[in-house]
């Protein structure tokens, strides 16, 4: 619950922006955050100290995305609902959630941080072959967690007004 809402501390994630958030352009234009960012790491082979310029913009892509669509015209979809669920998650302390919903989430966070871990030393050592892998286990772990979330929101969207009141 820590890691979580330090996060969305971290992007400054109120209402609004969780609103914006939720837009499905949102989610699919951010999936470009880590080929983005890991690029911009892996140009300072080329670029030297510029890279650090790249890497600013990526990573400021990140806080900006979530702000740039407006709120989506219906949330009555996948990306919405996953969103939603990670509302849910982050707030699973105030509002207990399912024994069912409690455990698996820390499972797939846990696989996309092993993907992170590869995928630094691939970028530290300039290893493709273990940036791609890591690459590959932060979108499964980060895909499957998203989709758990939609799991976890059609579960509990009935257990609070505000929760409902989510899905138009």
Not at 113 to 139: H, K, N, Q, R
Request: charged residues 15%; proline residues 5%; contains cysteine.
């Amino acid at each position: 619950m820590i890691f979580a809402q330090t996060f969305a501390d971290l992007f400054s994630m109120d209402d609004t922006t969780w609103k914006r958030h939720a837009n499905p352009w949102c989610f699919w234009t951010r999936l470009s955050v880590i080929p983005v960012l890991f690029l911009a790491v892996w140009s300072r082979f080329w670029l030297g100290w510029w890279s650090l310029l790249l890497i600013a913009i990526a990573l400021f892509w990140v806080w900006l995305n979530a702000r740039i669509f407006p709120e989506p015209n219906s949330t009555n979809n996948w990306v919405s609902k996953g969103v939603f669920g990670e509302q849910i998650w982050i707030n699973r302390n105030q509002i207990p959630i399912p024994s069912h919903h409690r455990y698996f989430p820390h499972i797939l966070t846990t696989i996309s941080a092993f993907g992170l871990i590869f995928a630094v030393w691939g970028l530290i050592t300039l290893d493709l072959y273990f940036t791609a892998l890591g690459t590959l286990l932060i979108y499964v772990g980060k895909l499957w967690f998203l989709d758990r979330m939609v799991w976890l929101y059609e579960d509990m969207k009935d257990a609070n007004p505000k929760y409902r009141s989510w899905l138009y």
